[in-house]
T-cell receptor, first 111, second 112 residues
Framework: NAGVMQNPRHLVRRRGQEARLRCSPMKGHSHVYWYRQLPEEGLKFMVYLQKENIIDESGMPKERFSAEFPKEGPSILRIQQVVRGDSAAYFC?????????FGPGTRLTVT | GENVEQHPSTLSVQEGDSAVIKCTYSDSASNYFPWYKQELGKRPQLIIDIRSNVGEKKDQRIAVTLNKTAKHFSLHITETQPEDSAVYFCAARPNQGGKLIFGQGTELSVKP
């Protein structure tokens, strides 16, 4: 049973470009969560999705950030017009209905 | 609002000693409390968790205690080994199936 998959593992974008981060949950998991981790800081919740539905987006900035979890395919976190402050590790986690298991993360660097 | 405080931020122990990390949470509706271990550049790994209807849980050298009245929970690692060195995060879940609120992390260093 493959774990949570994320790609790309590393992403470099120039200021103003778009970043797309992908997350495939563990088999049998229908809940996906995205967290952001700034260097030497803890994990901050961004958004919680189930298939085709956003359940809780209270941690996601209102502008430039969006997330989706379509019926088919991975969950996608999209950041438009990236700025230097968006540089961070973005982790997704999945769960069936309890324990959350994390993917390896995408390290976004904005130059 | 929802908040989790974690102490200490750094902890250094000798191999074989015990390590204790403490967390407090603000939302009394929280019902699930996991602990994660994160090595440098790696993903957070779930090492133990406890639910609000249980006061203590143990798994080999790791134990977690929960005091719901005081809104405290703690991680205890006995007989520490150098491979226990990592950053440890506590978390609380305010709602069933929902987001985790994380503490700030504790960098544990076990010296051989």
């Amino acid at each position: 049973n493959a774990g949570v998959m994320q790609n790309p593992r590393h992403l470099v974008r120039r200021r103003g470009q778009e970043a797309r981060l992908r997350c495939s949950p563990m088999k049998g998991h229908s809940h996906v969560y995205w967290y952001r981790q700034l260097p030497e800081e803890g994990l901050k919740f961004m958004v919680y999705l189930q298939k085709e539905n956003i359940i809780d987006e209270s941690g996601m900035p209102k502008e430039r950030f969006s997330a989706e979890f379509p019926k088919e395919g991975p969950s996608i976190l999209r950041i438009q017009q990236v700025v230097r402050g968006d540089s961070a590790a973005y982790f997704c986690a999945s769960s069936a209905d309890g324990e959350q298991y994390f993917g390896p993360g995408t390290r976004l660097t904005v130059t | 609002g929802e908040n989790v405080e974690q102490h200490p931020s750094t902890l250094s122990v000798q191999e074989g000693d015990s390590a204790v990390i403490k967390c407090t949470y603000s939302d009394s509706a929280s019902n699930y409390f996991p602990w994660y271990k994160q090595e440098l550049g790696k993903r957070p790994q779930l090492i133990i968790d406890i639910r609000s209807n249980v006061g203590e849980k143990k798994d080999q050298r790791i134990a977690v205690t929960l005091n719901k009245t005081a809104k405290h929970f703690s991680l205890h690692i006995t007989e520490t080994q150098p491979e226990d060195s990592a950053v440890y995060f506590c978390a609380a879940r305010p709602n069933q199936g929902g987001k985790l609120i994380f503490g700030q992390g504790t960098e544990l260093s076990v010296k051989p």
